[in-house]
């Protein structure tokens, strides 16, 4: 027998089915990524149609069958309207809905990235902070709540805590000034050294309250593309995209 339960997330992506209706893919609170169906969604005037979009963050009641869901009704507290009214904004967003889909399972705990996820689009939206570093910041927190990130605290060469001038993607972290020209390692910046210590130690909350030079977000980028590239084993639709119109966008 199924049965109604209220789930806490944000859809992540969203695909036509048939004329009228939607598969959703929503990563929530209590029961990590799940597919749903939306019956309606695609109809005119139906109250699934704004809540069945990618972004859509709120309650959703969903009844749940034998194998699959169906979403009964949903209330959005905020449909990140602002991220779709700016391509740039949009593009970073959709990037990170395509992260969170390739690291989120069913049933597991999925608190802390939706709660990342959440924090980043609004990230995104504030004008204030520029994107580029907001998608660094969000990529390596995504990394630790997943539990492989790099090593940024100690040479992975002698164990020396300080004068860590190196970062060797392949080893999975930083070496200091006598074991990093030992190996083909990348010169590291100080400032990006102390932001990844910042990123994978802060709380969420207060993962987005700095900013770096263009010097050093160049090097932190240079760092994480190396070490995404090593680690992560998907190329991304929404990144191809944005690195294809990065004239547009100077
Ligand atoms: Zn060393």
Redesign the pocket.
């Known amino acids: 027998m199924g049965q109604n339960i209220t789930l806490m997330g944000m859809v992540l992506s969203a695909v036509p089915v048939g004329e009228y209706d939607k598969r959703i893919t929503l990563l929530t609170r209590e029961r990590g990524k799940i597919s749903a169906f939306a019956r309606g969604a695609r109809r005119p005037g139906n109250q699934l149609m704004a809540a069945g979009s990618p972004f859509s963050f709120g309650k959703f009641e969903v009844y749940e069958g034998r194998s699959s869901f169906t979403i009964v009704k949903a209330e959005i507290s905020n449909y990140f309207r602002e991220l779709a009214g700016n391509l740039d904004d949009a593009c970073y967003g959709f990037y990170f809905l395509e992260i969170a889909d390739y690291y989120a399972r069913e049933n597991t705990d999925e608190v802390h990235m939706l709660k990342l996820l959440y924090q980043s689009l609004r990230a995104l939206e504030k004008e204030s902070l520029e994107n580029r570093l907001v998608r660094r910041i969000f990529e390596l927190k995504a990394l630790v709540i997943n539990g492989e990130y790099p090593n940024v605290f100690s040479?992975l060469?002698?164990g020396?805590e300080d004068s860590l001038h190196w970062f060797h993607g392949k080893a999975g972290g930083v070496?200091?000034k006598?074991?990093g020209p030992q190996v083909n390692a990348r010169q590291l910046d100080p400032s990006a050294l102390y932001a990844m210590q910042f990123i994978i130690t802060s709380s969420i909350e207060k993962l987005y309250t700095f900013t770096l030079s263009q010097q050093a977000l160049e090097n932190l980028e240079k760092i994480l593309d190396e070490y995404m590239e090593i680690y992560v084993d998907r190329k991304f639709h929404a990144l191809q995209i944005l690195e294809e119109n990065a004239h547009f966008f100077p």
Do not use: A, F, T
């Open positions: 040479c060469g002698c020396k070496l200091c006598n074991c």
